[in-house]
């Protein structure tokens, strides 16, 4: 062969191979169906005796076999079954947030003022459970005030500026009620004061339950808060004097009107009456006079200048009480409450319930670590040098028809100067045993009672703590003592 017809066929083959690689992606995919279903196994030839002739037949050549087609094993389909729905992405779905179940405390508190002339208090600790348990009983004592008297294995410390609170350590047998007792200091006629008490475990760090009583003396009404205002700006003093003053300009403008009226007809009479000549008698009719032209009575220049003036001073007197009353009303101390939030914002002090939108919250206690107490072995954040941690006891009671999911975000810490914190949410988690509060909503109509932790700088304490059920939520403001 020569060899330029060699190079001609080789470069035909080669050809020809390229076109066959570029027509591969071009071809059908194979069926499921039909990937699905085993290839039956291939029937081998059985040789067979040569049949004798004179001549030898020459055997085939060898035919290379197909190249293997890889096939993923799959399970054969039954006979009855529907067409497979396309598959789920490989993407798992978040799901969805549902209340977690909070076990029942085994200790429950609650506390009682009796109607004494100093405030006294009783708080009832029950074990509900099986078991024994160790518990510490804090009741914190109103800002300036101090106890005269204590139950049995209480002790009286400071927990931090000028708050003072009792403590109880105390070991509860099975399905008990202990009772324990303080008495404070008479304090001004008329004055409310709110203890809460708290039972915690016993290294006092997680609570197991609060609550809070106020007590009031005895046969002594709540005091009622007037508004010391000036007399002019009351709203009855200044509608007296409106209706009064009206009064008079009704009377004034009916005399001018009946003076003016009087004096038309004096002068209508004179003009009509005759003089000498009329005393003479005629036969002959008189000629007719023709009747003065009466003009139309509008009221004197004076009198409507004067009504405008009346008029016009009382609405400005009324537009500037209102004004000031609603600038009198400004609190310069609050956070803005209006517009884009829900509701109206709500301020007490510690151990008070105050309710906003959607929960109802009552701090219990506010303690805060030594100066520069705040490491990252709490479980918390990074922290500086001269920071600390500060750990709010709050009650949250869902008080809607509908599971409330809040943020640990909004809950926040503001310290002196205007500055605020949000809640350390690694240092909350480990305070609760490892449980994100924050990632479960609140049920409808249940309550919880919490430890919330803030890491602060500096040495000052925390003035306000500020809890909110949602992002557009007004929220409550607590004073802290």
Avoid at 174 to 191: D, E, I, K, R, W
Avoid at 372 to 399: E, K
Avoid at 406 to 419: A, D, E, N, S, T
Wanted: aromatic letters at 4%; charged letters at 15%.
């Amino acid at each position: 062969m020569p060899a330029s017809t060699r190079h001609h066929r080789a470069l035909a083959v080669f050809v020809h191979c390229l076109g066959i690689l570029a027509a591969v992606p071009a071809l059908p995919a194979v069926a499921p169906e039909a990937a699905a279903v085993p290839r039956p196994p291939a029937v081998t030839p059985q040789p067979t005796a040569p049949t004798p002739g004179p001549t030898a037949v020459t055997p085939p050549a060898p035919v290379s076999p197909p190249p293997a087609v890889a096939v993923v094993a799959r399970p054969p389909a039954a006979a009855s079954a529907e067409p497979t729905p396309p598959s789920a992405p490989p993407a798992m779905a978040p799901p969805s947030r549902t209340p977690a179940s909070v076990p029942a405390p085994p200790v429950t508190v609650a506390v009682a003022p009796e109607s004494s002339p100093a405030p006294r208090y009783r708080i009832h600790v029950r074990n509900v459970g099986d078991s024994p348990v160790d518990t510490t009983v804090r009741q914190e004592l109103p800002s300036g005030s101090s106890p005269t008297s204590i139950s049995d294995g209480g002790r009286s410390t400071r927990s931090g500026g000028s708050a003072t609170e009792v403590t109880w350590r105390l070991r509860l047998p099975a399905h008990s009620t202990t009772t324990l007792g303080t008495a404070l200091a008479a304090t001004a006629p008329g004055q409310a004061l709110t203890a809460p008490a708290c039972a915690f475990t016993s290294d006092g760090s997680r609570p197991y339950d609060c609550a809070s009583a106020t007590w009031q003396a005895a046969g002594t009404p709540a005091a009622e808060v007037t508004d010391a205002q000036p007399l002019w700006r009351q709203t009855p003093v200044l509608l007296a004097g409106l209706a009064v003053l009206l009064l008079l300009l009704g009377a004034a403008l009916f005399w001018v009107w009946r003076r003016r009226r009087g004096r038309r007809v004096t002068a209508a009479a004179l003009s009509s009456g005759g003089g000498s000549d009329d005393r003479r008698g005629t036969i002959y009719p008189r000629p007719a006079t023709p009747s003065p032209v009466r003009r139309r009575r509008t009221p004197p220049v004076a009198l409507l200048v004067g009504a405008a003036v009346v008029v016009l001073a009382a609405v400005v007197g009324t537009a500037g009480w209102t004004a000031t009353r609603r600038v009198s009303e400004i609190d310069t101390q609050k956070q803005p409450t209006s517009g884009a939030w829900m509701g109206t914002g709500v301020s007490g002090p510690v151990g008070v319930p105050l309710r906003e939108s959607a929960f109802e919250f009552t701090v219990y206690r506010m303690s805060c670590g030594a100066h520069g107490s705040a490491g990252a072995a709490d479980g918390g954040t990074a922290a500086p040098a001269s920071g600390r941690r500060c750990q709010a006891t709050v009650g949250v009671r869902n008080v809607t028809g509908d599971q409330q999911p809040w943020h640990g975000q909004m809950q926040r810490v503001y310290l002196p100067g205007g500055r605020w914190v949000s809640t350390d949410e690694p240092a909350t988690r480990a305070a609760n045993l490892g449980r994100d509060v924050f990632a479960n909503p609140v049920a409808a109509g249940s309550r919880v009672v919490l430890p919330l932790v803030f890491t602060v700088d500096g040495r000052d304490p925390p003035r306000q703590l500020e809890l909110r059920s949602g992002v557009f939520s007004a929220g409550v403001r607590v004073q802290m003592p």
